[in-house]
Nanobody
Framework: QVQLVESGGGLVQPGGSLRLSCVAS??????MGWYRQAPGNQRELVAD???????NYADSVKGRFTISRDFTKNTIDLQMSNLNPDDTGVYYC???????????WGQGTQVTVSS
């Protein structure tokens, strides 16, 4: 059974920083990543990282966000800096099973950027 535990969301002022963490268990995973969904918008990729350490970032977060992965602990972190109100939304951890290629989603953590 796949379990995802997300942490680190909250309220931050513009220009501030937050760090999100996701701990995954139950499978070996290929790609692990973070998505976000703002009210009225579709869920979108923020950043992901594969088993080779290769990363993808949304253009809007390049240079501000950094995703990292600890293979021994099966965790990913998303360090978010210079946050702005457009970064507000629910952030979801998504992992993909290496064997079945099935996707699994976390329950989401709220990030609010506001003064």
């Amino acid at each position: 059974q796949v379990q995802l535990v997300e942490s680190g969301g909250g309220l931050v002022q513009p220009g501030g920083s937050l760090r999100l963490s996701c701990v995954a268990s139950g499978r070996i995973f290929s790609t692990m990543g973070w998505y976000r969904q703002a009210p009225g918008n579709q869920r979108e990729l923020v950043a992901d990282i594969n088993r080779s350490g290769g990363t993808n970032y949304a253009d809007s977060v390049k240079g501000r966000f950094t995703i990292s992965r600890d293979f021994t602990k099966n965790t990913i972190d998303l360090q978010m800096s210079n946050l702005n109100p457009d970064d507000t939304g629910v952030y979801y951890c998504k992992v993909t099973s290496l064997m079945s290629q099935s996707d699994y989603w976390g329950q989401g953590t709220q990030v609010t950027v506001s003064s």
